[in-house]
């Protein structure tokens, strides 16, 4: 349950304690979780939950709790605890690389030289543990060679041009996997559907999730 009104704790302590049992959360952006707690039955059910913005770029929700709440609970829903940024660069699975941010997610296997080739045969050098796998890759992962990124060269085929004011997302084939890549592109210079480019995977930055360890999506 969402519970929210102007931000006056002699209001939003009477309201919260009014709740049900069940889970409760108030989007304040200056109470403490351990002040809203008070009255409440059930305090270690409430949260602060504040959603990040832009809402419509970042489907993310920060949740802080009284210190009667702990991070535990039933495992069906819990997916990972950690601050954004841990769960961004190192997501425990593949929904959640997909939930928070964009992403490529490629699915495949490790060889037992470190090498991860995707399904429709994209070879991707790294140092990864053998085993099928899901490769995550972030759209500032895929850079133009011409920006002088570390990484592996590839060519790739636009499929998709979204410009978004400052940068422009591009959705790219390459090799039969579809990446997605975020670039600032000088004025009347941004790809079009079906030109070629020359890219850098930061291989050193990919996360392959072992296929034991992610349920999948």
């Not at 302590?13 to 409440?40: F, H």
């Not at 850079?143 to 790739?156: F, H, I, P």
């Amino acid at each position: 349950m969402s519970r929210s009104c102007v931000e006056r704790l002699d209001l939003k302590q009477p309201l919260l304690a009014a709740a049900p049992g069940v889970l409760i959360c108030s989007s304040t952006s200056g109470l403490r979780p351990s002040l809203l707690a008070a009255g409440v039955k059930h305090p270690e059910r409430l949260l602060v939950a504040h959603p990040f913005n832009p809402v419509y770029l970042l489907p993310l929700v920060e949740l802080c709790g009284s210190p009667s709440a702990t991070p535990g609970g039933s495992p069906d829903v819990e997916e990972q605890v950690g601050t954004p940024g841990e769960i961004y660069e190192t997501p425990a699975t593949s929904f959640v690389a997909k939930f928070i941010g964009w992403c490529s997610l490629l699915k495949g296997t490790v060889g037992t030289d470190g090498t991860f080739t995707s399904d429709s045969g994209l070879h991707v050098v790294g140092n990864w543990t053998a085993g099928p796998g899901t490769a995550v890759i972030r759209p500032e992962q895929v850079k133009l060679s011409s920006d002088g990124a570390a990484g592996q060269s590839l060519t790739a085929r636009v499929v998709e041009s979204h410009y978004y004011g400052g940068a422009t997302r591009v959705v790219l084939d390459v090799n039969g996997e579809q990446l997605t890549m975020q670039e600032r592109f000088s004025f009347g210079r941004h790809p079009t559907p079906g030109d070629l480019l020359s890219i850098t995977i930061k291989t050193d930055e990919i996360r392959v999730l072992p296929s034991n360890e992610d349920p999948g999506l």
